[in-house]
């Protein structure tokens, strides 16, 4: 099987500009070839997840990537899948966001040795000439073809600034100077970037003739990949300070029947010939197909240690296997003692199992809260430094939110 193939069995390719030409290129490791990356916060999350592995399946065979940062395009910010503007960055916080990117991305990409490059937009977009971007470049687009483009028409009816209406003008530019400046041939992104890389491609036609254009390839990742970042209890990040190990895990670990084998082809570097081995699996079966994939993925991002210590944790907690020494932990102290003891309420706060005071109260009342495996009712409930310094003191909040609750006098 090719490179091509694997990428279409896997599932990773929803479109291509060129297929003939797309195939011959990163068969033949010969595709240089970017992705981009806004440094809208500090870390990035498993919404990237497909293009970064995409990037190291295309490395391994030989191929050239270049993660671009968007330092210069987050000045203006991505109107693409918002409903509003997204919120200004300082230039600081733009470059604190790159630097914590670079750090991430070297799980995936080997950067030694000219193998693969890291570039930041900063570097051409912030020194251009208004007048000569309108001159240069800006001749070259059609209004009335971008209002066509689907990040621009969900926008329309609630205000599209001038600002954001560049955004398309300042990602082309960034394909036709990346391909002058290092030869990228290749460009990959989401469905809600196809018109901003088609118009990359359609500048450097216009400015560097058909010979150029014939150079240059478009590759549309599967929108799936982009679905899986967004939960409903917000993004779960890379950063194991923002997401711990434990908690990444149980994010692959919990995900839907439905989704778990196309997760295995499109995430984890496993052969295809032992996950298609999985398609008739059901019941109990998901299950451990969803432990294989929290596995690989923890591994592949937090390093095979923290990955077996999250498996061990969630296997003690869930099915009374594994090593409860793995489990998430919050350490309380005499000082978080009134009168010698401490009320479930505020457990639950500081556990970060609840928002709130109401929050844990109502999930009390509810009957979402068990103690040490037994359902607790009563809100008023508390425990002393000796309840606390038992073996095991593990509150849980649901199904999925749990600590154990470690005391030090």
């Not at 990237?48 to 910010?77: S, V």
């Amino acid at each position: 099987m090719t490179l091509y193939e694997e990428l279409t069995a896997r599932g990773l390719i929803a479109q291509v500009t060129d297929e003939p030409e797309i195939k011959e290129l990163i068969n033949n490791g010969k595709a240089v070839f970017y992705i981009g990356f806004d440094p809208t916060a500090d870390s990035l999350h498993v919404g990237h997840f497909m293009a970064l592995c995409l990037m190291k399946r295309l490395q391994m065979a030989g191929n050239k990537p270049i993660a671009l940062i968007g330092g210069g395009t987050a000045m203006i910010g991505d109107p693409s899948g918002r409903s509003d503007m997204r919120q200004m960055m300082t230039e600081e916080i733009i470059q604190h966001n790159c630097d914590c990117f670079k750090k991430q991305m070297s799980r995936f990409i080997d950067f030694s040795e000219d193998k693969a490059l890291m570039v930041n937009n900063a570097d051409w977009l912030l020194g251009l000439n208004y007048i000569e971007v309108l001159r240069e470049v800006g001749t070259h687009f059609s209004v009335n073809r971008m209002l066509t483009a689907e990040c621009y028409k969900q926008r329309m009816e609630k205000g599209l600034s001038f600002l954001e209406f560049n955004y398309m003008i300042m990602q082309s530019y960034d394909f036709y100077t990346l391909f002058q400046k290092y030869g990228c041939n290749m460009q990959f992104g989401g469905d809600d970037q196809w018109s901003n890389m088609l118009g990359g491609t359609e500048l450097i036609r216009r400015k560097l003739g058909k010979d150029a254009y014939a150079m240059t390839i478009n590759l549309l990742l599967n929108s799936e990949g982009k679905k899986m970042g967004k939960t409903q209890s917000g993004a779960v990040w890379l950063d194991p300070n923002k997401t711990s190990p434990f908690d990444f895990y149980q994010y692959w670990r919990n995900i839907a029947d439905a989704d778990v084998l196309k997760c295995l082809r499109m995430l984890t570097f496993l052969p295809l010939e032992q996950i298609n081995e999985m398609d008739h699996w059901e019941g109990s079966q998901l299950n451990t197909a969803k432990e294989i994939l929290a596995y690989e993925l923890t591994k592949l991002v937090h390093g095979t240690e923290e990955a077996e210590k999250a498996q061990n944790g969630a296997r003690a907690l869930f099915s009374g296997a594994g090593n409860t020494a793995d489990m998430p932990t919050i350490t309380i102290t005499n000082d978080d003692l009134a009168d010698g003891s401490i009320d479930l309420i505020t457990l639950l706060v500081k556990a970060e199992l609840a928002s709130s005071r109401s929050d844990a109260r109502r999930n009390i009342d509810q009957g979402g809260v068990t103690v040490n495996n037994e359902k607790v009712t009563d809100n008023k409930a508390c425990y002393t430094a000796e309840d606390l310094s038992a073996d095991e003191f593990v509150i849980k909040r649901g199904k999925k939110k749990y600590m154990k609750i470690l005391f030090h006098s």
